[in-house]
């Protein structure tokens, strides 16, 4: 019971440090009438709103999920996390989340002392967000805090630069 409430009450802390974090004052999604306006519109290719336009120069402009914070180690969890990129040619980085050890019980760290891994794909279509996004920063750190894990955070190439399946 009490894991149960713990874990509903970080859900809750999360979702509220998300809404109250303070960040840069939305930018509204165009509108096909303000394209429009702008003198855009016989250039946009596909408009995929709120999310994105794709101009017929291949130039792609996107509205949301498009910030980012860098590795660090979490005050509140202890858990660092760092980037490491596996392959520059073909964009494909990852961010590790690492629990602090020293807070974990034996039988966290299991028999061999090693962590379990899970790999996390992060949300966004495969068309915005990123494995470097705040909202899977704070995530991961609290999966990889209670859960005593070992986290992976898998950084893939967004479409439609990258149609699927090339993420």
């Known amino acids: 019971m009490a894991a149960s409430v713990s874990s509903a009450l970080l859900l809750l802390l999360n979702i509220a440090g998300a809404l109250l974090s303070p960040r840069a004052p939305p930018t509204l999604a165009p509108t096909p009438a303000t394209l429009a306006v702008a003198g855009d519109a016989e250039d ?9 336009v794709l101009y017929k120069s291949g130039r792609v402009v ?11 180690t979490d005050p ?10 596996i392959d520059a040619d073909a964009g494909l980085a990852v961010r590790l989340y690492m ?3 020293a807070n974990l019980t034996a039988g966290e760290r299991g028999r061999s002392g090693k962590l379990p891994l899970v790999v996390y794909y992060h949300g966004g279509a495969f068309v915005t967000e990123s494995a470097f996004s705040p909202t899977y920063q704070r995530y991961l750190n609290a999966l990889a805090s209670k859960a ?10 967004l479409a439609p630069e990258h149609p699927l399946p090339r993420a």
């Open 44 to 52: 946009v290719d596909f408009l995929f709103l709120p999310f994105l």
């Open 62 to 72: 996107r509205f949301m999920g498009t910030d980012t914070v860098p590795a660090s």
């Open 76 to 85: 509140a969890t202890g858990v660092a996390s760092r980037d490491v990129v």
């Open 99 to 101: 629990p602090n050890v």
């Open 148 to 157: 005593g894990v070992l986290a992976v955070s898998v950084e893939y190439r």
